[in-house]
């Protein structure tokens, strides 16, 4: 047995041609069929009346768990996933550093197949420093021995592959494939990553590069499949 997992950078519903287009998402979303997927610049819009989170668990049929990490008057903005599995815990994490755009993480516990999912979904910040911060206060969250698997997922910025915050997440949960997801129409930057403990469950880790995918959103999706057996 197995579960899918992804993460996708929305990046606010906007696609590339600039157009405002949640339909596109929701029909990327579609296409990925996964158990759980992370989102980041999950931006509060009025779509057919209602949220535009609740707007893409309603066309997905999936739990929407909302992490917004900035609070406006008009728009809330950050974080998000979705899912099919039972949700046994979900709790945000504050990840902001003075001066800088606000940044979270949601730390969210599931039950997948009768085992407990530990899944940690980011979107992290744009200077070296930020990052390297924000790496050390996420691996505090992975107490080894609590749940079954861990998960740590999202956009993590990081384009320096021999920086710092990469070489630490490879060190405490293995390496994983290196998958090009930015931008979406000719991607060659890998700032979506996901991480899995124990490395021997993940499977299989990929860019989901559909024709719709590489215009909903600046970032393609990326998927993997874990082993739960």
């Known amino acids: 047995m197995s579960l899918t997992v992804a993460t996708y950078n929305i990046h ?4 590339t041609d ?3 287009e949640p339909g596109r998402i929701a029909g990327v979303l579609k296409e990925l069929d996964v158990d759980v997927v992370a989102l980041q610049e999950v931006e509060h819009h009025d779509v057919d009346g209602c949220d535009l989170l609740d707007y893409l668990a309603g066309k ?7 992490g917004p990490n900035l609070m406006r008057e008009s728009r809330h903005y950050g974080n998000a996933i979705l899912t099919r599995l039972p949700i046994l815990a979900s709790n ?3 990840l902001s550093l003075p001066g800088r755009e606000p940044r979270g993480a949601l730390n969210v516990t599931l039950d997948g197949n009768g085992r407990r999912v530990q899944i940690v979904a980011t979107h992290l910040g744009l200077m070296p420093g930020e990052r390297r911060h924000q790496v050390r206060e996420l691996l505090k969250l992975f107490d080894i021995g609590l749940t079954d698997i861990y998960v740590l997922l999202g956009d993590l910025n990081e384009w ?3 920086g710092r915050p990469l070489r630490w997440l490879h060190a405490h949960f293995k390496s994983t494939p290196h998958c090009p997801t930015f931008p979406s129409r000719w991607p060659f ?4 990553r996901l991480w899995v403990h124990p490395r021997r469950r993940l499977q299989k880790v990929e860019a989901h590069t559909s024709q719709l995918a590489r215009i909903a959103s600046d970032h ?10």
Do not use: H, Q
């Open 220 to 229: 393609l999706p990326l998927k993997a499949v874990i082993k739960t057996d």
């Open 160 to 162: 320096f592959l021999w």
């Open 189 to 192: 930057m890998a700032l979506d």
């Open 18 to 20: 600039g157009r405002f």
């Open 60 to 66: 997905t049929g999936l739990t929407a768990i909302a």
């Open 12 to 15: 606010a519903c906007i696609g």
């Open 92 to 94: 945000p994490v504050d």
